[in-house]
């Protein structure tokens, strides 16, 4: 409920506010958190109508200090709904005051520590409930920076003893019971909420820290995250909040340490002088020394030597450097191997696969030398040690480019020269004696050369393509439709010698017999017709 709380600020939301307490539906209507449901009905009507007379309602409960005041329609409506759904209405109750705070606004830091007092010399537990809420909303207010830690570490210790307190957890049930609501809310309910306080009491403080760690901004991010250290979180929540802070400040780190060393293994092969590749593995370790380094310092005191994620860049980072160190060791090139690897495992946490590689390859240069598994206390003041040292040590690696040497058969040298003359020379007298021989023919002809010409008013020809031959019709009489089953009766089958019937032309094979001459139409106009009678003198 709470997320949802912020999500529907949107916008309106200010640096340094406690947002469920500006937003609270009990400060919206203007009553205290023990108002019963006829109190929050007729204070609803009441703004409704002066909302329709144009009048703008103000209360004594409003403490305009915390933030600006909106009582539209929709925010009534809002508030109403809220407080009808029990789980809300608890949540509601804990972020505001049962008795109005008799104190002016905190205009500084040191006068807060004294309204906190007067508040808590009242007895009850909504007495010490509302001087916790009242500290900590003032410190959003006075100190959005979490520059006084000591204020704020006073706060949350007032919050703790609230949330131990059962008293507190029974008043918010015996407030429902008198309230006469409708829907009551259950001790599951409540036991519910009381797990969500510490989330609820530091979701602001976790935000502005994720926002300076996108920022860059370490100091007030380091700040941020020593209040939540100091706010007695359980473990699980701190981890979370620590996980998403510094997840992106991991992520970074691991793409810069990629960036300084991702080219070098493209010149462990090849041609090229030794002096060219220790220049460019020189680079990729002034790179890790110069840009890496300064972001994984910063990362180590953020988030400390036992955090997950600065072990696992810094596992990443001396993973790295080994490959660094091999490709030194490969070439020839002891002493920046030997100090590569040192690096490598000192930034290595205990029992990972880079500190074991990087403890054998030491080992190779000096058999003697003791590298004893490293307890967690150690690695940390190690890896703080090492991390905050930024000296280059002298004469060890490289500040300009070496110049390119000659190299034997491909620089200018003289016996180059005179190789390529003496090429040259054997291709000359091999031409000519080809032509002597009359196998190739070297001089110019006599006659000159005609150049082609070229028809620019060329007309390509006219494809015609006949047309095609045209069918002639077949005429297909339609089928008779078969006649119906059992009504058909199969004829006998002629006997033999049987006489067959005479066709005309006294041709009895109708193969070939005359064609029979088509029957001329009668016309009945003219069958039988009678003169007609002579006209009458």
């Known amino acids: 409920m709470a997320t949802k709380i912020l999500k529907k600020a949107g916008k309106q939301n200010e640096r340094g506010q406690l947002q469920p307490l500006a937003q609270s539906a009990f400060r919206t209507l203007g009553l205290a958190a023990s108002a019963s449901q006829k109190e929050i009905y007729e204070k609803a009507s009441a703004l409704r109508l002066a909302r329709q007379l144009g009048v703008e309602k103000k209360f004594d409960e409003d403490l305009a200090w915390l933030a600006a005041m909106s009582r539209t329609e929709a925010d009534v409506r809002d508030a109403l709904g809220r407080l009808a759904s029990p789980p809300q209405r608890l949540l509601e109750r804990l972020f505001w005051f049962y008795e109005r705070p008799d104190v002016e606004r905190p205009t500084r830091v040191a006068g807060l520590r004294a309204a906190t007092d007067r508040l808590l010399d009242a007895a009850g537990p909504s007495a010490r409930h509302d ?57 599951g309910e409540v036991k519910e909420l009381r797990g969500r306080v510490p989330r609820l009491l530091t979701t602001t403080v976790a935000e502005r820290a994720r926002d300076a760690a996108a920022r860059d901004d370490f100091v007030a991010c380091d700040r941020a995250l020593m209040l939540l250290r100091g706010a007695a979180l359980p473990r699980a929540l701190l981890d979370e909040y620590m996980d998403a802070t510094l997840g ?164 200018e040298t003289l016996g180059g020269c005179l190789a390529q003359v003496a090429l040259y020379a054997l291709m000359i007298m091999s031409c000519l004696a080809l032509d002597k021989c009359g196998i190739t023919n070297t001089k110019k002809s006599g006659g000159r050369y005609t150049p082609s010409t070229m028809n620019f008013n060329y007309t390509p020809p006219r494809i015609v393509i006949p047309p095609m031959p045209s069918l002639e019709s077949l005429n297909i009489t339609p089928l008779s439709p078969p006649a119906p089953p059992g009504k058909t009766r199969r004829k006998a089958p002629r006997p033999a010698g049987a006489r067959q019937r005479a066709l005309p032309g006294g041709n009895t094979d109708a193969n070939t017999a005359p064609p029979v001459s ?15 009678p002579p006209p009458k003198k």
Not at 298 to 308: M, S, V
Not at 332 to 338: H, I, N, T, Y
Not at 518 to 532: E, L
């Open 518 to 532: 088509p029957i001329v139409p009668v016309n009945a106009n003219t069958v039988g017709a009678r003169p007609s």
């Open 248 to 411: 992106p400040v991991e992520d970074r780190i691991e793409r810069l340490t990629d960036e300084a060393f991702g080219w070098v293994g493209l010149y462990y092969g090849g041609e090229e002088a030794n002096s060219q590749r220790k220049y460019r593995f020189d680079q990729a370790w002034k790179n890790f020394h110069w840009k890496v380094k300064p972001h994984l310092r910063r990362f180590f005191y953020l988030a400390g030597g036992d955090n997950h994620g600065v072990r696992r860049s810094c596992e990443h980072a001396a993973h790295r450097l080994g490959e660094l160190a091999a490709a030194y060791s490969r070439y020839g090139f002891a002493k920046e191997s030997l100090h590569v690897f040192r690096q490598a495992r000192t930034l290595a946490p205990p029992g990972s696969a880079s500190a074991s590689f990087a403890g054998e390859r030491l080992r190779s240069f000096y058999p003697t030398l003791d590298l004893s598994e490293r307890s967690d206390a150690e690695y940390v003041a190690s890896l703080e040690g090492e991390l905050g040292d930024m000296r280059t040590p002298s004469k060890l690696f490289e500040e300009k480019e070496p110049v390119a040497t000659a190299q034997k058969g491909n620089d």
């Open 131 to 187: 001087a916790a809420l009242f500290s900590l909303a003032a410190l959003h207010r006075l100190d959005p920076d979490f520059k006084q830690q000591e204020e704020w570490a006073r706060a949350y210790a007032l919050w703790r003893e609230v949330v131990e307190r059962e008293e507190f957890w029974s008043l918010l049930v015996v407030a429902d019971l008198k309230g006469e609501f409708e829907l009551l809310a259950t001790f």
